[in-house]
């Protein structure tokens, strides 16, 4: 006891001197205007979900409440970590000023040269052109396989012109001007100087691309004028060159050729006869990292003959050579239906294929015999590709013309999708049919009743409306995430933010536990997922790969049918499509991609930066996570004038509590407590969990002799690490929050958790680190005590014998269940490592732990 | 069918759109408006069985719109929306006998009840 108070004392005063009372209270601070903003988050979301009448009122006042509420949240996380993270607010001031540019209709000018993919906001197409800004989209809304790619930007473009003095020479052009004006044009464009600053630009762009993918690829460089696959797709008027070496000069040779394609004979009549404006027409270009191909290809989403169904051409190598119509290509008709099927297919004699040369550029050759008439695509991935485009054709809300690549590992990328526009004549005629035949029916918006079988009726909370159908995929733990097949429904224990990873491409969400204010709950209404939180026990009624149709009515009222009901389907989001075509709503609601959207997901990853955050949601997200950070090490500090009271428990735990407010029940001069009269509600669980019947084993476990050196050695190692290990055995609590160190033989956990009635709010970050045998058995340990983690829904992170594992954004009753098992696996693992000689111990352990059979 | 027309004044072109759009779904004969000027025009050349008005505008404001309304035509019903309730419009409003009375944003399917209770009494 005395020992502790040493060591107690050896720690007043945090080293940047805040004590820990004010520290605690900055922090719920921080949690209290969080949730102000998350709140408001939602609301938005829902009111722009096409349910309501808004306007611009709602939408300015809303805000004005979101920015304040943010701001807020800023100025209590400032004080907190004593401003740690001040660039934090320039972030908030670049977010904040795109908003409330869009909100004024401006469109934002940049004065950047190049822009990555992942940086191009969605009202960026005035500068990086249409087909980058429709490939960007692809890869950051839906997160699909657009290959690492920047765009050269319209002001690069201004600037060049300029700077070369070529703007004259532009101006004089017009629809009459004789071919040989046009190429001296481009002979002067080609002999041009690239101006300095777009040199560096490019050069960094270039060193940037290099450390991603490596020294080794080679780049397409296209085309991507204004209005370029945008209202019309400008097919074939413009220049691309491909397989270009990574080198400055390489580059900009192929940027001069692009942008002096601008000027061809066919492209000046073709802009005229549209009506552009020649002389004001700006070229943006895309530098893309060539697919080594394996086989490549052509999509039409819809067949211009037939609405149901999408064309697939597929040949060997690039597929330029199906663009130029010089190969007798492979023919797929895929039905669009959920599960998309091939109704027809011809597999054409492919003489000749267009290969990427070693050293840079293209040469075309011929068809090896032995594949020349194979087909060169399996039916998985005509089925794939077909989905992939199923999915951009209802993301951009019209049939797409797709260029895609597979390479040798056979994954599939995305090199362009542009409007089909043979097609949309047809299509408004279709939908205009559809909106009369609508019109003569009031009871669009409830579906036919139905004898399907039911396999579940109004359980749980419904999140967002709609109708959805799709093989049920359980998740049993969270890096199965990335194995989740497109249009599944997605089937899981807990709620996750995670899961937005998937979300753009799942059709459904169904969970067991859950609540409506989670991040997962704004985030599906966000991306408008039909889902359900809360139902119970979906995991145990869905089967793994089962067929299902979900519908969700405007109340809440929930059917969950076996089976795919294509009647059904068609009252999917009816009302929100229509919404959609609204021009007006579409740029309204575009406002919520700055705000709603979570990219900084798992607090484990890289990106968990503040360069990561582009949301508002983003930045409340980083605010949250770094607030635990600082309280769980500053937690140790500051504490003068607190008596420690010791735990009095069955087990000898050597627990003292220091209790900030509400942790414990007893008279104010008592010194130890006991299990009953702790009331703070994450300590109770712990060692609720602890005492558990079985779980501490009191018997020590017999070291090896190696492992007993080892243990001698680490010694020092130990003693003499950081503060965050030397208060071992300490409990801080308040009623909500708990941080306790503890120390069992060589190793060390560290706990801090909030579990409140605000999901939002709660929190648990578990430390585990050390051990007294040597490296390998303690990382089986750390191995063991991350598959048990997962399992539960941590987010983890191990190096060594260290292991982090977070978790947050859990109701507090499943919380108070998960700090239970934890405690449990605190007194499991104490000797653990010295059991687990081989790598069949730790599945073994693993399991009996789940089974709660926790014989050693 | 006899198909009920409905008149929207709103000087928030997105609240048109979104309101023509969701009530035409219902089988209503809609014809949105910018300004209540040329909207009170329209009511003279033709019955409409509802009018659905925002509160503040510019120039005839709803007030205005459900005074003239229910003057001259009383069989028809103003649903009143504003951004800017408090306790006086409301109460003001319900003196100049609106049917009904929303803050905005307005929920789409509360919109329709209350057009569909108004238009049962009608029958």
């Known amino acids: 006891m005395i020992k502790v108070i040493e060591d107690l004392k050896s720690l007043f005063g945090h080293k940047r001197g805040l004590p820990f009372n004010v520290l605690f209270e900055r922090f719920k601070d921080v949690l209290k205007n969080n949730t102000r903003a998350l709140e408001i988050i939602t609301d938005m979301g829902e009111k722009l979900s096409g349910d309501y009448l808004f306007d611009i009122n709602y939408i300015k006042g809303a805000y004005s409440e979101l920015t304040a509420a943010v701001k807020d949240s800023l100025q209590g996380f400032d004080m907190l970590t004593q401003n740690s993270y001040s660039q934090l607010h320039e972030t908030f001031n670049r977010i904040d000023g795109q908003i409330r540019g869009a909100l004024n209709g401006r469109i934002q000018s940049t004065d950047e040269m190049v822009i990555f993919y992942e940086n191009i906001p969605w009202d960026k197409y005035p500068v990086v052109g249409g087909k980058n800004a429709n490939l960007s989209e692809l890869k950051n809304y839906l997160k699909l396989n657009v290959p690492e790619a920047f765009s050269v930007t319209t002001h690069a473009f201004d600037e060049f012109i300029k700077h070369n003095n070529l703007q004259e020479s532009i101006n004089a052009i017009d629809v009459n001007t004789a071919e040989s004006k046009l190429k001296e044009l481009q002979d002067s464009i080609i002999n041009s100087e690239i101006l ?120 060997w190598g690039l597929g330029r050579s199906i663009v130029e119509g010089e190969v007798d290509a492979d023919f797929y008709a895929v039905r669009k239906v959920l599960t998309p099927e091939i109704i027809d297919e011809k597999t054409g004699r492919k003489e000749s294929m267009i290969i990427n040369q070693k050293d840079g550029g293209t040469k075309k050759v011929k068809t090896p015999d032995a594949i020349r008439d194979k087909p ?108 989740v097949p497109k249009a599944a429904v997605l089937v899981s224990k807990h709620d996750s933010s995670n899961f937005v990873k998937v979300m753009p491409y799942i059709s459904a969400i169904v969970t067991d536990t859950g609540t409506p204010t989670s991040h997962m709950a704004s985030l599906c209404r966000e991306f408008r997922i039909p889902t359900i939180v809360n139902t119970g026990n979906a995991t145990g009624i869905l089967k793994h790969g089962q067929e299902i149709t979900l519908y969700i009515d405007d109340d809440g009222k929930n059917v969950i049918y076996e089976g795919i009901i294509g009647e059904l389907l068609e009252y999917a989001d009816l009302t929100f499509r229509r919404m959609e075509d609204i021009y007006e709503f579409r740029k309204k609601r575009y406002i919520l991609r700055y705000i709603s959207p979570l990219n900084l997901v798992d607090p484990m990853m890289d990106s968990f930066t503040i360069e990561g955050c582009k949301t508002m949601h983003d930045i409340l997200r980083f605010i949250h996570e770094k607030a635990v950070t600082e309280l769980v090490e500053g937690a140790r500090y500051g504490l003068k004038g607190r008596h420690p009271v010791k735990l009095d428990l069955p087990i000898p735990t050597g627990i003292v509590v220091i209790d900030i407010g509400g942790g414990l029940d007893i008279k104010p001069d008592k010194r130890n407590a006991t299990y009953e009269e702790i009331t703070s509600i994450p300590l109770r669980a712990i060692i609720k969990g602890m005492l558990h019947p079985g779980v501490w084993h009191s018997d020590p476990i017999p070291l090896k002799v190696g492992d007993f050196f080892t243990s001698m050695m680490r010694m020092d190692d130990i003693v003499s690490g950081s503060a965050n290990f030397s208060s071992q055995h300490i409990a801080i609590a308040s009623k909500e929050y708990l941080n306790m160190g503890l120390r069992f033989g060589y190793h060390f956990n560290l706990i801090d958790s909030y579990c409140s009635e605000n999901q939002r709010n709660n929190h648990i970050y578990f430390r585990f680190a050390g051990g007294a045998t040597d490296i390998t058995k303690r990382s089986r340990r750390i191995q063991l005590i991350a598959d048990i983690l997962k399992e539960y829904g941590f987010s983890i992170k191990t190096k060594g014998d260290l292991i982090i594992a977070r978790l947050a954004n859990i109701g507090r009753d499943e919380m108070v269940n998960i700090l239970d098992q934890l405690g449990r696996l605190i007194a499991y693992t104490r000797q653990m490592d010295a059991l687990l000689h081989d790598d069949s111990a730790v599945k073994r352990y693993t399991e009996n732990f789940l089974e709660e059979n926790y014989k050693l | 069918m006899n198909q009920y027309r409905v008149m929207v004044i709103d000087d928030e072109k997105i609240v048109c759109d979104m309101a023509k759009m969701s009530l035409e779904q219902e089988g209503y004969i809609v014809e949105t408006f910018l300004n209540a000027e040329p909207a009170l025009a329209r009511l003279k050349e033709g019955r409409f069985d509802v009018v659905v008005t925002d509160y503040k505008m510019k120039g005839i404001d709803g007030m205005d719109v459900l005074r003239t309304v229910k003057n001259l035509y009383p069989e028809t019903d103003v649903i009143m929306i504003t951004a800017f309730a408090n306790l006086d419009t409301a109460i003001e409003a319900l003196r100049g006998k609106v049917h009904d009375f929303f803050p905005k944003p307005v929920k789409i399917k509360e919109l329709k009840t209350s057009i569909q209770r108004a238009l049962s009494k009608k029958k």
């Open chain 1, 196 to 315: 300095p600053d777009l040199e560096i630009a490019i050069g960094k762009a270039l060193e940037e691309i290099r450390k991603r993918c490596g020294g080794d690829c080679f780049l397409a460089v296209r085309s991507s004028a204004e209005e370029e696959d945008r209202e019309f797709s400008f097919a074939g008027q413009f220049e691309t060159v491909l397989n270009v070496p990574l080198e400055g000069g390489a580059v900009e040779e192929a940027y001069k050729k692009v942008i002096a394609s601008l000027f061809s004979e066919k492209a000046v009549i073709y802009m005229k006869q549209l009506g552009y404006d020649i002389s004001n027409f700006k070229m943006a270009v895309g530098c893309m990292v060539m697919v080594d191909a394996v086989s490549s290809g052509i999509i039409y989403s819809t067949n211009p003959h037939r609405d149901d169904a999408m064309i697939i051409n597929a040949t």
């Open chain 1, 376 to 483: 060169c695509l399996s039916e998985e991935q005509v089925l794939e590709l077909a989905r992939l485009a199923m999915l951009t054709e209802k993301h951009f809300r019209g049939p797409q013309d797709i260029e895609w690549a597979i390479d040798k590992g056979g994954r599939i990328s995305i090199l362009q999708s542009r409007p089909l526009k043979v097609v949309e004549t047809r299509d408004v005629i279709a939908r205009s049919e559809a909106t009369k035949q609508s019109l003569q029916s009031t009871e669009i918006a409830s579906p036919p009743s139905r004898n399907d079988k039911v396999l579940m009726k109004d359980k749980g909370i419904a999140i967002q409306k709609g109708v959805a159908a799709g093989r049920v995929f359980i998740l049993k733990q969270a890096d199965e995430l990335d194995r």
